[in-house]
């Protein structure tokens, strides 16, 4: 067998159990000897795949990312109304940040400003939330369910809202009073927003 697949293949176990080991135990206290001892390899095989632990933070973030995206972008889409999709979004962020652990922590985590890296996910990640609610917003406007003066200040100004309410609602609320409180949230934005 060719020696990039295996060594692909390797690296991706490598990134499985960090992830893992992320997620239950955060950056600051994860080693690179606990991967290593949670993989039954040498430290020094871990530093053959990546420089360091940050290095391996790091590609693990990149493809969670990349999951979120991918998953909250397939839900979007399968929705065929705009207020089908923007609820649709909303409920798809918070049950894909319950899963995405190291994510969402990058989001949360004051101490992780001190990596470019991560700030660099997260200016990422709020691009691509911004054009997926400015899309709905103009999908909205152009089937007639919204009338929306400025899509863009609006798709802010959503986020910003989604954004205040985030940590509460993934963690704190079951998920029953979440799909509730959303609804309420909901049909007082669509008062603002909707072609009468």
């Not at 950056?27 to 095989?45: G, P, Q």
């Not at 899309?135 to 609006?154: A, R």
């Not at 509460?168 to 963690?171: A, S, V």
């Given at each position: 067998m060719n020696r990039n697949i295996l060594d692909a293949g390797k690296k991706d176990q490598i990134l499985k159990v960090a992830q893992d080991l992320f997620a239950k135990f955060g950056?600051?206290?994860?080693?690179?000897?606990?991967?290593?001892?949670?993989?039954?390899?040498?430290?020094?095989?871990i530093y053959y795949y990546f420089?360091?632990?940050?290095?391996?933070?790091?590609?693990?973030i990149k493809k969670e990312g990349e999951e979120v995206k991918r998953e909250?972008?397939?839900?979007v889409d399968k929705a065929t109304t705009a207020k089908e999709k923007l609820r649709t979004y909303i409920l798809s962020r918070i049950n894909v940040f319950k899963k995405m652990a190291n994510y969402y922590t990058v989001f949360k985590e004051e101490y992780l400003n001190n990596y470019r890296f991560v700030v660099e996910?997260?200016?990422?990640y709020t691009d691509f939330e911004l054009?997926?609610?400015?899309?709905?917003?103009?999908?909205?406007?152009?089937?007639?369910?919204?009338?929306?003066?400025?899509?863009?200040?609006?798709?802010?100004?959503?986020l910003v809202a989604m954004k205040g309410f985030e940590y509460?609602?993934?963690?704190d609320i079951p998920d029953d009073q979440i799909e509730h409180n959303l609804d309420i949230l909901l049909?007082?934005?669509y008062k603002g927003i909707e072609k009468r």
């Open positions: 950056l600051s206290k994860t080693t690179i000897e606990d991967i290593a001892k949670s993989m039954r390899m040498a430290k020094a095989s420089k360091n632990k940050e290095a391996i933070y790091e590609e693990v909250i972008t397939k839900a996910a997260r200016d990422r054009n997926l609610i400015k899309n709905i917003l103009k999908f909205g406007i152009e089937n007639g369910e919204f009338e929306i003066e400025n899509p863009d200040l609006t798709a802010e100004a959503i509460h609602w993934t963690f049909n007082v934005l």
